[in-house]
């Protein structure tokens, strides 16, 4: 006896869900710096009410971000760079005459690239890391500080941040927080005339 033979209908195909990939890190960072900015005040406020609110300044954001673009673009994380460049030093070449405090926190996450960079939870991150750490946790909540910068950038890999603070100019500043054990060291010391801030600010 002869049996027909034939092909059976085809299983349909399941559908496949891929998901867009995410947006280019380097479009997110203004929105980072803005978060990061927020939670800083915040955090700021919390630990000392009486603390000085602060201002966002042009020129430490435009530091902030060199300082965080140089970290990103060299892969390195620290006060000063691999040719001695500093936020003071930046600060020193955009206003001679400053004289006053300068405080800086730095601090680098790494990402995947799948994943991508969400603003929102790395700037958690930052502010927990900064607070974990006792001396990052006073500079920041430092309350003579009334003016302030965030940068960020980023790699293949890794995204850096550079959070600036800084008193008002004043004339006679005790010079930068890096030459002191704490901010309040620094505000306490008297002041040196014709001393400009020199070296880094941590």
């Not at 085809?10 to 978060?35: G, H, I, N, S, W």
């Not at 969400?118 to 607070?131: G, I």
């Not at 890999?157 to 010079?175: K, N, P």
């Amino acid at each position: 006896m002869k049996q027909r033979v034939g092909l059976a209908e085809p299983a349909p195909q399941a559908a496949v869900y891929v998901p867009p990939p995410p947006p280019d890190p380097k479009t997110q960072m203004a929105e980072l710096e803005t978060r990061l900015g927020v939670l800083v005040e915040q955090a700021r406020q919390k630990i000392d009410p009486k603390a000085k609110p602060l201002h966002l300044d042009e020129g430490l954001v435009k530091i902030a971000r060199a300082r965080a673009a140089d970290m990103a673009a060299k892969k390195y994380l620290a006060s000063a760079s691999p040719n001695g460049q500093t936020s003071a030093t930046l600060l020193m070449d955009a206003d001679a005459q400053y004289q006053g405090l300068l405080g800086e926190n730095l601090a680098a996450q790494y990402y995947v690239t799948q994943s991508g960079v969400d603003p929102k939870q790395f700037a958690e991150r930052f502010l927990e890391t900064w607070l974990d750490s006792q001396a990052h946790r006073d500079n920041l909540a430092f309350p003579d500080y009334d003016r302030a910068g965030v940068g960020a950038a980023v790699n293949d890999d890794t995204v850096y941040v550079a959070l600036l603070f800084s008193t008002t100019t004043r004339t006679g500043g005790a010079g930068t927080v890096a030459n002191f054990d704490s901010p309040a060291a620094a505000a306490a010391a008297p002041p040196v005339k014709s001393a400009p801030l020199r070296g880094a600010a941590q």
